[in-house]
């Protein structure tokens, strides 16, 4: 592989890693993706930028879904401003393969489509409750206002509490009949 040549670095010379021994100093311990490779790491490895050898499942996971040889073919062909996303996206998309071998990263996006269709109609259904408590407030305030001119106005009080009576003896009359028919 051209990734990775036979130069040997000053730190693999003076601490050479092997498997039994503990795991040398980060700078000349190789990249992940090199670790699961079983190859050396060199300075210009293209995959130790973006497979650090802390995180040794990130390449474990793009390299089962995709393969190795694949991942290089990947980032080979791109500039380099454009790898570190398109190492985020494979690692993205085979997690998601692995946890959804059948639809992968689009079945999280329709399951999350769902979720925001199911919101919306809820989001709908709060916005209708909050015009009809707007109008009962609304009315309740012409209410309470109606009380506060009657109060108010007391030299009309009488003549109000009249009509008021009339229109309401009216009302129950009307009522009654209309609603008879409901309490049977
Ligand atoms: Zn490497």
Redo the contacts with the bound molecule.
């Keep these: 592989m051209e990734?990775?040549s036979s130069d040997t670095t000053v730190t693999t010379i003076t601490s050479p890693p092997s498997p039994s021994s503990p795991p040398p100093p980060p700078v000349a311990s190789?990249?992940a993706?090199?670790k699961i490779l079983r190859?050396r790491?060199?300075e210009k490895?293209v995959?130790?930028p973006y497979f650090p050898p802390n995180d040794p499942l990130k390449f474990a996971t793009a390299h089962r879904v995709f393969g190795a040889s694949n991942i290089i073919k990947f980032l080979q062909e791109l500039p380099e401003a454009q790898r570190a996303d398109t190492v985020s996206s494979l690692v993205y998309e085979a997690n998601a393969r692995l946890r959804d071998p059948v639809y992968g990263s689009a079945g999280a996006i329709s399951q999350l489509q769902n979720q925001v269709n199911e919101l919306q109609q809820q989001l709908a259904m709060a916005q209708a409750e909050i015009l009809n408590m707007q109008s009962q407030q609304a009315n309740l305030m012409a209410i309470i206002c109606m009380e506060k001119w009657q109060n108010t106005i007391p030299h009309q009080h009488h003549s109000y509490d009249n009509n008021y009576q009339t229109n309401m003896s009216f009302l129950d009359e009307n009522l009654g009949s209309l609603w008879e028919p409901l309490w049977t």
């Design positions: 990734y990775c190789p990249c993706a090199c190859r790491c060199v490895c995959l130790a």
